[in-house]
């Protein structure tokens, strides 16, 4: 079945990086748009950054450019965000997210999510 | 603060109709598709609507999604206390070249 798994959250220090990895089964990866969306405790959601199915495009929010990167591995089905200078505000739940089409048309499977906690 | 507005909460008795709305601009909504996910407690969120009006495969069609100039709307009939959920709207925003969600509204079925 189509299947997200995230992987790799974790308690960092501020200042530090962490790398979340998402598994992706059940479809034809190189077709969809991949995601990755936080959402900090008891808050909504934050729309962080998304690769195209190739991952020659990618697109970030203001909060994360520069210090967190999308990747994607089509060989493995696997997509990526690499997280450098962390921050108390990007302790968050983190979910993959496949996105048919991109620019938000319609997110249809979500992982079942990866927590991050910044702090000392 | 939000880049889309959505009301907070809103509640309803059982069987009864509510609707959920979604403001934005012209660089997002007015000129971009919506989506709106549920998130029920505990759980990661789940698509309810694509592309203004449109509903995946499985989702009952109690639920039905609208939109006029810069706002949208997420209607629900027939309400059910399992639909006590989170509803969030989200679109790209053209001028961001980011996606933008609502801050959120909760549900109650009281």
């Known amino acids: 079945q189509v299947q997200l798994v995230e992987s790799g959250g974790d308690l960092v220090k501020p200042g530090g990086s962490l790398r979340l990895s998402c598994a992706a089964s059940g479809f034809t990866f190189t077709d969809y748009y991949m995601s990755w969306i936080r959402q900090a405790p008891g808050k909504g959601l934050e729309w962080l950054s998304y690769t195209s199915g190739s991952g020659s495009a990618m697109f970030y929010a203001d909060s994360v450019k520069g210090r967190f990167t999308i990747s994607r591995d089509n060989a493995k089905n696997s997509v990526s965000l690499q997280m450098k200078s962390l921050r108390a505000e990007d302790t968050a739940v983190y979910y993959c997210v496949r996105d048919p089409v991109g620019y938000l048309y319609g997110m249809d499977v979500w992982g079942q999510g990866t927590t991050v906690t910044v702090s000392s | 603060q939000s880049v889309l507005t959505q009301p907070p909460s809103v509640s309803a008795a059982p069987g009864q109709k509510v609707t959920i709305s979604c403001s934005g601009s012209?660089?997002?909504?007015?000129?971009?598709?919506v989506s709106w996910y549920q998130q029920l407690p505990g759980t990661a969120p789940k698509l309810l609507i694509y592309?203004?009006?449109k509903r995946p495969s499985g989702i009952p069609d109690r639920f039905s999604g609208s939109k006029s100039g810069t706002s949208a709307t997420l209607g629900i009939t027939g309400l059910q206390t399992g639909d006590e959920a989170d509803y969030y709207c989200g679109a790209w925003d053209s001028s961001l070249s980011a996606g933008v969600f609502g801050g959120g509204t909760k549900l109650t079925v009281l």
């Open positions: 012209n660089s997002n909504i007015g000129n971009n598709y």
């Open positions: 592309e203004n009006n």
